[in-house]
């Protein structure tokens, strides 16, 4: 018997990776690990059509504005029909920065071109004037609003993000800009699909969210709950404090 | 008197040392200073960008205009935006006015300039050469600039008169053919690069950028990586490659963290067979930009040897210090390629390795340390010995090393910087190496620590 497996899609991992996206991969495959539990990882490129054995979760980091703009087209062209029936079906999507913003259903750059997005989020993206840069606090409903809930991160986008109906927030912004710098909203969720701009990246200081993540993921697989031993997490909760802190301390 | 007070200010808030404020005064009441002190050079100015070896390269252009005797002006270490390099103007004017010598600055400039102050700097001196070097993944809240500089630098290349050299590295896809873009009627252009196949990696490090043909967008493929995204690229796509260099590193021998030996090709097949007292293969692509600089300068080949041998390393560039009988190393790293490099030196080192690795995030480290994600720290867990954490984010290193696969009982975590020392330098054998890996304002404070402790001098003393 093997162990219990999570298949992972990395998508465009040389493309869109500036925000040390590789960490959120380390954590998902490590906390497995930990647990005797296992990652398989695929790295899907440009012009590469999905793997044809499935996945559980799938993961999109952020780009530099050209490599994003050759990304969305990638992606319309090559995986975004398969991608969308994997979502629906209950696979669990993790999509960072730039990847949020592909992720909703379009993008409008500075220059005034819009760029289709997969549509899996109900959001929409319009570039602003200036970068919405700094520390970042939410209170996230994904954790039933315990103080443990709490979401540390960095952001570092132009782009302004707004909820339609059928997507909730990721989070309350506590600290920060969140998703346009105005409601306080900070990213979205629709079914296991989540967006936010946090990273930093996000999941090493908030492995909660990891384990919520990887939990959906192997009930996807299996089609049934899993529940994830705890793990010693002192440094991750000194991480965690640290950042919370130094968010109150900043502003 | 203003200058002089506002030189104190910012000696105790850090970056450039007390050198750049006198320079900030004089260009907010006099808009045309720095061209001004700048016409007086008698021997013109060079200006030297990239983001990784800016100083250490015009440290040895320096040496070697000053070994051919040359009369140097130059800017000080991290003082290189136009504040700065007109305050090294404006202090060069003061000291030969007292001297009675009333021709200007006279000499020649040799500056470090920031990337993004390059168009600001050249616009005002019309310098005589542009070294133009590398443009890295930086720290990362700076990094959405990093296609705005590259579009910069791509003006300055249209706006450079006809008498300026440009002094390019071939070897960055991003900067190879920039000389192809002046409008000015010229085949002043001087490429450099290496062309050792023994120095190669492998395959590109996480923290390369600049994949994509600048021409077509298309992916670019390498016959040869040598440091980041740096080597013998070519575009399948279209068909852009990298240009044979003029100057050319054909032979690179690596000993270590203190020693290099190049045998560089010049114009008409001559041969310099040079020794530099730096570790590490970007210092060899800061000699030989350094060499393709002194040479479109006119300096001779003897003078170019001396210059590059008597270089020591720059403040935090692998410099030693001796601390309880311990010998600490200096080893800034300030970005995933420059973080690279060093534990590619470091792999070369005797192990049971001894490591003090400090992160901070202040303004000039960059707010967002993301980057240590994409440093191959991997390698060196075979051969560590001890390993301290510290800086203002302690714990994101900890998280880093842990989930890059070190258990938390291989590292020790220090909130203080002053207990991270203690704790490294009790876990390092006497008579050993420490290997401190500091970012910028993590080495400043470091070497504060270093001189309340005895063991080094002020490095505002140096220049
Ligand atoms: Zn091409």
Redesign the interface.
């Given at each position: 018997m093997s162990a219990p497996t999570v298949r992972l899609w990395h998508l465009y991992p040389r493309e869109m990776n500036i925000y040390a996206d590789r960490g959120n991969i380390a954590v998902l495959r490590t906390r497995l690990h930990r647990r005797e539990l296992d990652l398989e990882l695929r790295e899907v490129g440009p012009g590469e059509g999905p793997p044809d054995d499935g996945a559980d979760l799938v993961y999109l980091g952020g780009g530099q504005d050209r490599d994003q703009l050759t990304v969305a087209a990638d992606l319309a062209a090559t995986k975004a029909a398969a991608l969308r029936g994997l979502l629906e079906g209950g696979a669990v999507g993790l999509f960072v920065c730039g990847g949020y913003q592909l992720a909703g259903h379009s993008y409008r750059t500075a220059a005034g071109e819009t760029v289709g997005g997969l549509g899996v989020l109900d959001v929409e993206t319009v570039a602003g004037d200036g970068r919405l840069i700094g520390d970042i606090v939410l209170a996230s409903e994904l954790a039933g609003g315990s103080e443990a809930g709490r979401l540390v991160g960095y952001e570092n986008h132009a782009g302004r993000t707004t909820l339609g109906d059928g997507a909730k927030a990721l989070g309350r912004v506590l600290k920060g800009h969140g998703n346009n710098g105005r409601d306080r909203s900070e990213g979205a969720v629709v079914n296991r699909t989540l967006g936010t701009y946090l990273h930093g990246p996000l999941l090493p200081k908030n492995p909660w969210l990891a384990d919520l993540l990887l939990g959906w993921a192997l009930e996807h697989r299996y089609g049934r709950g899993f529940d994830l031993e705890p793990l010693d997490d002192r440094l991750e909760l000194a991480a965690h404090r640290a950042a919370l802190a130094r968010a109150n301390r900043r502003r | 008197m203003i200058a002089a007070t506002a030189g104190g200010l910012s000696r105790a808030t850090g970056r450039g040392g007390g050198t750049s404020l006198p320079g900030m005064v004089l260009n907010r009441l006099e808009p045309g200073a720095l061209a001004r002190l700048g016409g007086g050079l008698g021997g013109g100015a060079v200006c030297i960008s990239a983001t990784n070896g800016k100083t250490t390269t015009a440290r040895l252009l320096s040496a070697c205009l000053r070994a051919a005797g040359r009369d140097v002006a130059a800017n000080a270490a991290g003082a290189n935006l136009a504040s700065g390099v007109t305050a090294a103007l404006l202090a060069r004017q003061r000291r030969r006015r007292a001297a009675r010598d009333s021709t200007g600055c006279g000499g020649i400039g040799v500056f470090e300039v920031d990337e993004a102050a390059l168009g600001q700097i050249a616009d005002a001196l019309g310098p005589r050469a542009v070294v133009l070097m590398n443009l890295f993944?930086d720290q990362?809240?700076r990094?959405?600039e990093?296609?705005a500089i590259a579009a910069r630098w791509a003006e300055v290349a249209r706006s450079l008169g006809p008498a300026t050299t440009m002094v390019l590295n071939a070897d960055d896809p991003a900067l190879a053919h920039l000389g192809s873009l002046r409008t000015a009627e010229t085949d002043n252009v001087v490429l450099f690069g290496i062309d050792d196949p023994a120095v190669g990696r492998p395959e590109l490090p996480?923290a390369a950028d600049a994949?994509?043909c600048g021409g077509c967008?298309g992916?670019l493929s390498h016959d040869l990586i040598t440091v980041g995204h740096l080597g013998h690229w070519r575009c399948d796509g279209c068909g852009v490659r990298r240009p044979q260099p003029h100057i050319s590193a054909r032979r690179v021998r690596l000993a270590g963290l203190d020693r290099l030996d190049l045998g560089v090709n010049g114009p008409g097949g001559a041969e310099l067979e040079l020794s530099a007292a730096l570790g590490g293969l970007h210092n060899a692509y800061n000699v030989t930009a350094a060499v393709a600089a002194a040479t479109a300068l006119g300096v001779p080949a003897e003078a170019i040897g001396n210059g590059i041998g008597e270089v020591r390393a720059a403040f935090g560039r692998a410099e030693q210090v001796s601390l309880d009988g311990r010998r600490l190393r200096l080893l800034l790293a300030k970005n995933p390629t420059g973080a690279n490099e060093n534990i590619r030196c470091l792999m070369a080192e005797p192990a049971p390795l001894n490591l003090l690795v400090v992160l901070n995030d202040r303004t000039a480290d960059g707010?967002?340390p993301?980057?240590?994600?994409?440093v191959d720290y991997e390698p060196l867990w075979d051969r560590l010995g001890s390993v301290t954490l510290a800086g203002?984010?302690c714990?994101?290193l900890?998280?880093?090393f842990?989930?890059?696969?070190l258990g938390?009982a291989r590292f020790a975590?220090r909130e203080s910087l002053a207990d991270a020392l203690d704790s490294a330098v009790a876990a390092t054998p006497p008579g050993g190496a420490l290997y401190a890996l500091p970012t910028y304002t993590a080495l400043l404070e470091l070497r504060a620590e270093l001189v309340r402790r005895g063991a080094a001098h002020d490095f505002w003393q140096e220049s």
């Open positions: - | 993944r990362l809240d990094y959405g990093l296609e996480h994949v994509r967008g992916p707010r967002d993301s980057w240590i994600w994409d203002d984010r714990w994101d900890a998280l880093r842990s989930y890059g696969g938390p975590v």
